[in-house]
């Protein structure tokens, strides 16, 4: 059974940092990309950051977040973790990450993964 579980979330002040870890079970990390994903209140589903197959490892993240967030790959431990940075209030909500092979144009796409695990909250006060 295929499994993505994520942990470290948070409420955290402004400036403040946290380390998002997502454990997978039950397929070959090196296989598949993984992407994390967020999504506030009322908000649509948003691409962070995402790490393609382990031959390749590159790494993509969305504009805006790049120098503040670093996504990371563990093929013992079966881990991919989100170092958060420099948070800010709008960096506040539900946390995803998510397994798939997508074609690369479509890499920082949610609705293009396959399997998502539950979710964290994180919360950035001001």
């Known amino acids: 059974e295929v499994q993505l579980v994520e942990s470290g979330g948070g409420l955290v002040q402004a400036g403040g940092s946290l380390r998002l870890t997502c454990v997978v079970s039950?397929?070959?990390?090196?296989?598949?990309?993984i992407l994390w994903f967020r999504q506030a209140p009322g908000q649509e589903r948003e691409g962070v950051s995402c790490?393609?197959?382990?031959?390749?490892?590159?790494?993509y993240y969305q504009d805006s977040l790049q120098g503040r967030f670093t996504i990371s790959r563990d093929n013992v431990k079966n881990t991919v973790s989100l170092q958060m940075d420099t948070l800010k209030p709008e960096d506040t909500a539900v946390y995803f990450c998510?397994?798939?092979?997508?074609?690369?144009?479509?890499?920082?796409?949610?609705?293009?993964?396959?399997?998502w695990g539950q979710g964290t909250q994180v919360t950035v006060s001001s």
């Open positions: 790490i393609s197959v382990a031959d390749d490892g590159s790494t």
């Open positions: 039950g397929f070959t990390l090196d296989d598949y990309a």
């Open positions: 998510a397994a798939g092979r997508p074609i690369l144009s479509a890499i920082r796409d949610p609705n293009m993964y396959t399997n």
